[in-house]
């Protein structure tokens, strides 16, 4: 067989640990022996980072708005124990809110789903693909505590002049409280990024909030999300047969329980946070969800959900064997490749995608797993594989079918 040809290259985010073990195992064993892989490769290893004084992060972002799809290995986002760790210059901060700004993108999160790995819900089918808003709110609030009575307002000074004063509480005693913001532009994004999200993966928007209470802030949520939807994707959804439902996020969630996924939830920054660990916990396992930034211009950056399994990298370099799950990061190139054979109209580099991805969920369903999959799965007696004899497997089921 020939190598499928690539036209634009990827942009290669390669990161640290257990994931860089693995990421370099899936290019050598699933990808390069059947591609003629064309990468743009950045080094986002934290020991790259710190010689570049975490510009590589940047470069790569950049790269990724170039180019329109990145893939990316799990980073360390460094606290103090890496300080000393790595002997680092400086505290950077995490790559993927570095990229994430640059690209203002929304994280995307969906489940593979396998047979074998139940989610707890026992009507959910389809993967709920979570998107969390992830600007304001209380991830950017002002706190404080209230020590003695008195009366505490809203403020606004505009640049104008003008005032606007609203008071919060009179305070007879002792108490809590939080000042948040969010801003239009912000919003805007997010609905963009998931209504276009929404046509890519053809699948429908639900959107819940609290506006019922929160009437401004909530509120304006809901008329932002409307208003782009009816003046920018309206015709596309009818089109393809596809919805935007807004719901109060009470009703959002019990209808959520009793439904059968395959549907884009999005969420306001908080739900997200709190949702998105229900959701990939129900669905049996954080190995196993995918993570996709996408920017309201349609740039995608692909990801595992999971961290660099630090634990599992310690036992690999003490010689011990490991049984870490590729299957999250294997599905993180797969999603890119597909995309860049999309956007590039190349039926092969799609079809080899797709490929990959049945190769890999069929080598589950026929029994073979790395050990967090065998301790949740219904399958009787599964053979549990190191993290090398894993990938080799799919690789088996891989050549059978091209
Ligand atoms: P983690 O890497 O997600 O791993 C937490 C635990 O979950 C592991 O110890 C392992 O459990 C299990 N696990 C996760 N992925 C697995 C896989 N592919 N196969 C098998 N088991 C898996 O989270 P962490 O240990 O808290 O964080 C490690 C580093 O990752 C941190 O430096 C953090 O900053 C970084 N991180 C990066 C990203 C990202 O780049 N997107 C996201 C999250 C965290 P057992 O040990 O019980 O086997
Ligand atoms: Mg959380």
């Known amino acids: 067989m020939d190598k499928i040809i690539m036209k634009t290259p990827l942009v290669e985010m390669d990161g640290d640990e257990m994931t860089r073990i693995l990421w370099q195992m899936i290019k050598e064993e699933l990808l390069l022996p059947y591609i003629d892989l064309k990468t743009e490769y950045y080094d986002l290893g934290l020991e790259h980072r710190n010689e570049t004084d975490d510009q590589v992060t940047i470069d790569a972002a950049e790269a990724n708005k170039k180019y329109g799809v990145a893939v990316k290995c799990a980073t360390i986002t460094p606290n103090a124990a890496r300080m000393s760790e790595y002997n680092l210059k400086e505290m950077y901060k995490s790559p993927n809110g570095t990229i994430r700004a640059i690209l203002d993108g929304t994280v995307f999160r969906a489940p593979i789903i396998v047979k074998g790995i139940e989610p707890c819900v026992r009507n959910w089918k389809k993967p709920i693909t979570l998107a969390r808003h992830a600007y304001g709110d209380i991830y950017k609030n ?22 606007k004063k609203a008071l919060i509480h009179d305070y007879k005693d002792c108490g809590v409280l939080m000042g948040m913001h969010n801003m239009d532009a912000s919003i805007k994004s997010f609905a963009r990024s998931c209504f276009n999200y929404g046509l890519d993966t053809h699948q429908s928007v639900w959107f819940g909030a609290k506006d019922t209470i929160s009437k401004t802030y909530d509120g304006r949520f809901k008329e932002v999300f409307q208003t782009i939807f009816d003046e920018e994707f309206k015709e596309k959804y009818d089109a393809a047969g596809l919805t935007y439902f807004f719901s109060l996020i009470d009703d959002i969630v019990a209808r959520v329980m009793k439904a059968e996924g395959g549907f884009i939830w ?9 949702m998105s660990d229900m959701v990939s916990s129900a669905f049996g396992s954080l190995a196993m969800m995918t993570s996709v930034l996408v920017s309201p211009d349609g740039k995608y950056e692909y990801e595992a959900a999971h961290g660099t399994v630090q634990r599992h990298y310690y036992k690999h370099l003490a010689g011990e064997e490991t049984s870490t799950n590729s299957v999250a990061t294997i599905f993180a190139w797969t999603g890119a490749l597909r995309k860049r054979g999309e956007l ?3 039926p092969e580099l799609v079809s080899f995608a797709d490929k990959l991805e049945k190769a890999t969920v069929e080598t589950i369903e026929s029994g073979k797993m790395t050990k967090d999959l065998a301790l949740i799965t219904s399958i009787e007696n599964p053979t549990v594989l190191n993290s090398r004899e894993f990938i080799l497997a799919i690789r088996e089921n891989l050549d059978r079918m091209l």
Do not use: M, Q, S
């Open 142 to 163: 002002t706190e404080l505590y209230i020590d003695r009575p008195g009366k505490a307002y809203l403020l606004f000074e505009g640049e104008d002049g003008t005032e």
């Open 266 to 274: 999005a969420c306001k920054n908080y739900d997200g946070d709190v």
């Open 344 to 346: 590039d109209e190349l």
